[in-house]
């Protein structure tokens, strides 16, 4: 059998890359829970390295900006009673609530955007540097698509769309 060692001082093995079958975070009875498996299924992040423990850290992280910035938010749309977010939007998208749809967009990119930022590889060559640069940039996009995903939730039930470019001068 083919082992993954190259030598006696290089042995690689990767972790095993999917997440137990119905994995999920859950956030609180209001927003609904974040499925680990459907993340790491609609992004290619981490190159199939990315561990079920960090994956899920990234998603927590993820939760906790996406929180911070809908606190006002949610607060108002709870004291008008909705019970839960899909409560706030009579529009669907195939099937699904755009309030949740929008949602588990702002999570899969925040969460993608930190995988992004802390993976890097370990070769150190300049076509590595270059990926590394690279996957920088990929960090920022993920970003930049979470914080449009966050406006356009902000939107619904506002009076006008909430603008997706906030620019602050000091």
Known sequence: PMSPCF??????????PASPADSSVSVDDWFPAI???????????????????RLVAAIE???ITALRQLHAWRSAWAASGADDLAAVDDVSIGGRK?????????????AAAEIADTHR???????????????????????????????????????RPVARNRVSLL
């Open 7 to 16: 030598s006696s001082l290089i042995c690689a093995t990767p972790p095993a």
């Open 35 to 53: 499925d680990v498996n459907s993340i790491r299924d609609k992004l290619r992040i981490g190159e199939g390295v990315v561990t079920h423990e």
């Open 61 to 63: 992280g993820a939760v």
């Open 98 to 110: 755009r309030s949740v749809v929008i949602w588990e967009r702002i999570i899969r990119y925040y």
């Open 121 to 159: 590889d370990l070769v150190a060559t300049d076509q590595a540097n270059i990926r590394g640069e690279n996957e920088t940039l990929t960090a920022d996009d993920y970003r930049r698509m979470a914080h449009n995903a966050v406006s356009d939730l902000l939107s619904i039930g506002a009076d």
